[in-house]
């Protein structure tokens, strides 16, 4: 069936329905314009000839209506985390006790820690333990070259200080040689005692006799036939001292004295 079109005093047409419909889609109609086809008496409204099927919208949710009571909680805030570069670098800085090396990294690691947290604006927190971190990485920085020159120089002045010691024993242990030979000759006797030597009688050759190392010159009884004199130290270092005027005195034979 073909449809003739009335619409602000103008006649157009004709046109089939799917045309019609085409044109209401498209927007082309107005709602207020009329119809005709062939065999009816009078102009239609061309919306009750073609009604267009309008979508129900979806519903929408009820209005909002808040009470006057009605309290809200604030939002939940997330904890700042620690950094962890702050947490490795108190760990180095502690390692560093053991291993020296280990507290380079912390005075890295806690320099940068630090910065982080500064410019995280709350995000990260463990500014105190990248503060301990730097804390120990500095100080043993700064006392393991003293500790390493430490280590180097006391076996070396203890070495110096047991030489001393020695040299200064057998000193004692020489005049002590000295004495029981000048003895020995005056008395005609072939030994001496420590007694016999050391004291402050007019027939004592030493006034006094000062241990060193914490040796003992009590006990000492020097004979004619000794070849040296020995003395222990209280640490357990015995010294030795060879008798000069045995060793150095020339032995006659029985020819050379006749």
């Not at 107005?30 to 009816?40: D, H, I, K, Q, Y």
């Not at 000295?178 to 004291?199: N, P």
Request: hydrophobic residues 40%; charged residues 15%; glycine residues 8%.
């Amino acid at each position: 069936m073909q449809y003739y079109i009335g619409s602000g005093g103008v006649q157009s047409g004709p046109f089939s329905e799917a045309i019609i419909r085409e044109k209401l889609a498209r927007g082309e109609l107005p709602s207020n314009a009329l119809c005709w086809a062939e065999g009816w008496p009078e102009w239609r409204p061309i919306a009750s000839v073609f009604p267009v099927n309008t979508p129900t919208p979806p519903a929408l949710p009820p209005s909002f209506s808040r009470s006057p009571d009605a309290t809200f909680a604030p939002p939940a805030s997330t904890p700042p985390a620690t950094s962890g570069l702050a947490i490795t670098s108190f760990i180095l800085g502690i390692s560093g006790f053991l291993i020296f090396i280990t507290a380079i990294p912390a005075v890295i690691c806690g320099h940068i820690a630090c910065s982080n947290i500064k410019h995280s604006n709350g995000g990260q927190k463990g500014r105190g333990l990248a503060i301990s971190g730097l804390v120990l990485g500095y100080l043993i920085i700064a006392v393991f070259p003293i500790g390493l020159m430490a280590a180097m120089a006391i076996p070396a002045f203890q070495k110096v200080r047991t030489l001393s010691q020695e040299k200064a024993i057998i000193n004692n242990l020489r005049q002590l040689d000295a004495a029981a030979e000048q003895w020995m000759l005056e008395k005609g006797i072939k030994h001496a005692s420590y007694t016999d030597l050391v004291g402050s009688g007019p027939d004592h050759y030493i006034r006094t006799l000062t241990p060193v190392a914490g040796e003992d010159y009590t006990d000492l009884v020097i004979r004619d036939t000794d070849r040296e004199i020995t003395v222990t130290t209280a640490a357990g270092r015995v010294i030795t001292h060879p008798r000069f005027y045995t060793t150095t005195q020339p032995s006659f034979a029985p020819e050379a004295a006749r």
